[in-house]
């Protein structure tokens, strides 16, 4: 069974960049969509975009002009980098395995990112 | 685009059946998949209804999904409701560019 895990700071400054990395073990023998969402304290789900195995990506359009999705290691890690953040940054943010038609079948355990100076 | 609009809670007891729905604001409920995610507190969220209508290996049948095309709407029905099933319920869709929506959330009591 895949299993998903989120690694970075969990304290950043406002104005600086964000770097989160997923790391996935368990399954690498089919080829998926490795997608970021994340939620703020006490809201919803949010979307913010997801990378094929070709490397092809698609963002939220409310976040495209901050964030970038790499992949590192084919089926093994990739990487989110969001910029310029501010307080409304402040979430956890989930990484993701993806089957087509968006159905998401696996979710990392989540990381609470806070922004503040 | 386009948002899908969920009530923001539901209450029901033991033993009986729950509807939570999910409504399209513009474009067809049935242009795109819906799916279903649970969220208990706490925890991340995991799905329980894929394709609309199907539920993934693991999911009790207690679980089942639908749209009504005369409301633009997604539902979730959960039966036979367990404490254990207590949490945030979410839908998600996607739009012809392959940008993905999620509902609000429902809090389920």
């Known amino acids: 069974q895949v299993q998903l895990q989120e690694s970075g700071p969990g304290l950043v400054k406002p104005s600086e960049t964000l770097s989160l990395t997923c790391d996935v073990s368990g399954d690498s023998a089919s080829s998926y969509y490795w997608s970021w969402v994340r939620q703020p304290p006490g809201k919803g789900l949010e979307w913010i975009g997801y990378?094929?195995?070709?490397?092809?990506?698609v963002y939220n359009p409310s976040l495209k002009s901050r964030v970038t999705i790499s992949l590192v290691t084919p089926n093994s890690r990739f990487s989110l980098r969001l910029t310029s953040l501010t307080a409304a940054d402040t979430a956890v943010y989930y990484c993701?395995?993806?089957?087509?038609?968006?159905?998401?079948?696996?979710w990392g355990r989540g990381i609470l990112v806070t922004v503040s100076s | 685009n386009f948002i899908l609009t969920q009530v923001h809670s539901v209450s029901e007891s033991p033993g009986k059946t729950v509807t939570i729905s999910c409504t399209r604001s513009?474009?067809?409920?049935?242009?795109?998949?819906v799916q279903w995610y649970q969220q208990r507190p706490g925890n991340s969220p995991t799905i329980v209804i894929s394709e609309t209508d199907l539920r993934p290996s693991g999911v009790p049948d207690r679980f089942s999904g639908a749209i009504d095309t005369s409301s633009n709407s997604a539902s979730l029905f959960i039966s036979g409701l367990r404490t254990e099933d207590e949490g945030d319920y979410y839908c998600q869709s996607y739009d012809s560019n392959n940008f993905w929506v999620f509902g609000d959330g429902t809090k389920l009591t």
């Open positions: 993701a395995r993806v089957l087509p038609a968006a159905i998401i079948d696996s």
């Open positions: 990378i094929y195995d070709t490397g092809y990506t």
């Open positions: 513009s474009g067809s409920i049935d242009s795109n998949f």
